[in-house]
């Protein structure tokens, strides 16, 4: 059952990334030159990218995979590369059309190599099919944590092996900076992260009939500088 805030949240989502911050996250994925602050971000990211897509088997030919909420791309190109097939959704169309855009013409024509299904939607359209694993980098944590594991649990009825994502840490400087963020005017703000704690979502999904047949498996904190978000893994027992 897809909720009511999880629906109003994610319009906010479509509307900031589509709009107000397209410019800049387009800048932000990219290789150019950023401020202080984001080369913290960008680094980041990279890391938990790469934390991710370790935890995923090392050769994935014949294997279908979600990249929920694929922003620009990477993620999926990298997933592709080891032979997956990806279908790679975001709600922000302006994010998905620089995706394509960005997509190496090398993916194209290499031996070996998956595809990438470019889509603009939601990331929990039954209508995606089932997949061998779900990966959603950063893409959950602007949702309370009833709606990140409602959201998990539709995914999990639709996925044979894994799911891993990233959570927004709940730490005494994640709430301080969640509490600075909102004294500013409401028009110049970005949708706020819901910092949660692993052992919360942990109990929420051991407590949900979805997740039968499910464990809890690897987890990471990355955190530098203006970054931080932490890993997780489910997996098919």
């Known amino acids: 059952m897809t909720t009511r805030t999880y629906i109003t949240r994610r319009g906010e989502l479509e509307t900031y990334f589509d709009r107000t911050a397209a410019e800049a996250w387009a800048r932000l994925t990219s290789t150019a030159p950023v401020g202080r602050v984001r080369a913290t971000v960008r680094a980041g990211r990279d890391r938990m990218r790469s934390t991710l897509l370790s935890w995923l088997p090392q050769d994935l030919r014949g294997q279908r995979i979600l990249d929920a909420g694929c922003g620009t791309g990477a993620l999926a190109v990298e997933a592709a590369r ?90 005494p400087g994640s709430l301080l900076m969640l509490g600075i963020g909102r004294l500013f005017p409401k028009g110049d703000r970005s949708p706020a992260i819901e910092p949660v704690s692993p052992q919360v979502l942990h109990r929420l999904m051991a407590q949900d009939p979805a997740f039968e047949g499910w464990s809890p498996g690897r987890f990471e904190l990355v955190t530098g500088g203006f970054y931080k978000s932490q890993a997780l893994e489910w997996r098919r027992t």
């Open 82 to 171: 080891r032979g997956a097939h990806v279908v790679a959704i975001d709600l922000s169309t302006t994010l998905v059309d620089l995706a394509r855009e960005r997509l190496p013409e090398s993916l194209l024509s290499s031996p070996g190599w998956g595809a990438i299904d470019f889509r603009s939607g939601d990331m929990l359209d039954p209508g995606l099919g089932a997949f061998d694993h779900v990966v959603a980098m950063d893409s959950l944590i602007h949702y309370r944590d009833t709606d990140i594991v409602s959201s998990l649990a539709r995914l999990a009825a639709r996925t044979r092996h894994s799911m891993v994502f990233t959570a927004a840490p709940r730490t």
